[in-house]
């Protein structure tokens, strides 16, 4: 099991970047995929969550209203859309396999990509 994150950057705030995960080496459509990030010094938080039919979402507060996750099951993906960026939004941005448990805890995800890293400056 694969998970290849990218398309991370530094934007100005206020601007936007679309993050791409693409899964390989399961069926992809059996799982939900989640996003998480990790600030320097910081614990890793979660940001969103979907379903593996894409149906249900979920969003960390700091997340609603200015990201969006979609997926598209035909390619293996699963996007982080992330809108009117913020500073505070600077963190390496990490998409995960849900398997069980909590869908914002870590322990609740089995295989982890790389991580893309945004900068977002002020």
């Known amino acids: 099991v694969q998970l290849q994150a990218s398309g991370g950057g530094m934007v100005q705030a206020g601007g936007s970047l679309r993050l791409s995960c693409v899964a390989s080496g399961h069926t992809f459509s059996n799982y939900g995929v989640g996003w998480f990030r990790q600030a320097p010094g910081k614990e890793r938080e979660f940001v969103a969550v979907i379903s593996w039919s894409g149906g249900i979402t979920h969003y960390a507060d700091s997340a609603k209203g200015r990201f969006t996750i979609s997926r598209d099951n035909a390619k293996n993906t699963v996007y982080l859309q992330m809108n009117s960026l913020k500073p505070e939004d600077t963190a390496v941005y990490y998409c995960?396999?849900?398997?069980?448990?909590?869908?914002?805890?870590?322990?609740?995800?089995?295989?982890w990509g790389q991580g893309t890293l945004v900068t977002v400056s002020s």
């Open positions: 995960a396999r849900k398997y069980g448990g909590s869908w914002s805890e870590t322990l609740g995800y089995d295989y």
